[in-house]
């Protein structure tokens, strides 16, 4: 992923999310997917849904609910341990 400036917010953002809601590292993986799709599905600009989720409680610890949900399933556990194999290679 070329590190735009758009994209340099989004992992800013990310981070203050991440911390804001103390996720472990396998929600903190699939949070951006998450907030994309949440994006669409909502017609709300990404950077924007994101600024919101961070000064919106309610939303904010409902986002952080489903990646904490979706981060115990076995797909996500999958993904992470190949991402930590990637990381070796």
């Given at each position: ?7 340099q ?15 472990g590292?396998?929600?903190s993986?699939?949070?951006?997917g ?19 989720s ?6 904010g ?29």
């Amino acid at each position: 992923m070329e590190m735009t400036p758009e994209n340099q917010m989004f992992v800013k953002l990310l981070t203050s999310f991440s911390r804001k809601h103390d996720l472990g590292p396998i929600a903190s993986m699939l949070l951006p997917g998450l907030l994309r799709k949440a994006a669409v599905e909502t017609d709300i600009e990404l950077l924007e849904l994101t600024r919101r989720s961070l000064k919106i409680a309610e939303l904010g610890d409902y986002l952080a609910g489903r990646a904490r949900v979706l981060a115990e399933t076995d797909k996500a556990k999958e993904l992470w341990e190949e991402h930590l194999q990637e990381g070796v290679a």
